[in-house]
C-alpha cells in the first residue's frame, strides 16, 4: 500500500512542506528534466522547486522518446541548459533573450551525463555555468564534486542572476526540507550531519 501524498509539494502527507511553499512569479520558463531514479527519492529538489516557482515544470525520462513531449513544448524559443560544459557561459554575467528558458538536469552527475549522452539534441543546446556559485548547502545528501548544488540551489542562483529573482522562497522551502530529512533520522545518523 503506496503512501498519502500531498498534490501540492509530491511529498508523504507526514512531511509535507507546503507551510514552507511561497508560490514565486518568475520571468524564465523553467524545464527540469528528472532521471526516472529521483521520482521517489525522499531528499530530491526538483518536485520543490517546481512547487515554489510558477513557470516550472519538470518532466520525467532518460531517453530521447522520453522527453518528445518536451521537445515539442520548447518549440523555436531560445533554450539553454544549465551545466557545466567547457564552450558554457556564466549566468554571472550572460544577457539572454527576452524570450529565452532555462533547462537543467536532475540526478547525480553519472546519471545527468548519460542523459545528455542519450539526448544529443539537449548536448547541442547552448550551455550557461556558474562562475561564482555560492557554496552548496544540501549536507543530508553526499555530494562527490566540492561546486555540487542541489537542483533547488542551481535553479535560485541561476534566477537570481539571470532575472534577479529574490532566491528567498526557494531557500525558505529546501531549509524546510533539509529540517524534515534530519528530524526523520534515528539520532546516530542524524549527528554525522549536524553542523555548527
Known sequence: ???????????????????????????????????????????????LTAAVLNHCQL?????????????????????????????????ESVSLPADAQLLLIDGTWRKTHKMLQLNP????????????????????RKAHRADSLSTLEATAYALQCLEGLDPAPLLTAFDALKQSQLAHMPESVRQRYQRD
Open 1 to 47: 500500500m503506496s503512501r498519502a501524498t500531498c498534490p501540492r509539494c509530491q511529498r508523504p502527507q507526514r512531511t509535507c512542506l507546503c507551510h514552507a511553499i511561497k508560490a514565486t512569479d518568475h520571468r524564465l520558463p523553467v524545464h527540469i528534466l528528472m532521471h526516472p531514479s529521483e521520482l521517489k527519492c525522499a531528499k530530491g529538489t526538483a518536485g
Open 59 to 91: 518532466w520525467c525520462g532518460e531517453s530521447e522518446a522520453d522527453f518528445a513531449p518536451l521537445r515539442a513544448a520548447l518549440g523555436q524559443r531560445p533554450s539553454f541548459l544549465l551545466y557545466p560544459a567547457e564552450d558554457a557561459q556564466p549566468v
Open 121 to 140: 539534441w539537449l548536448a547541442a543546446l547552448p550551455t550557461l555555468t556558474f562562475r561564482d556559485a555560492p557554496s552548496g548547502d544540501y549536507r543530508i
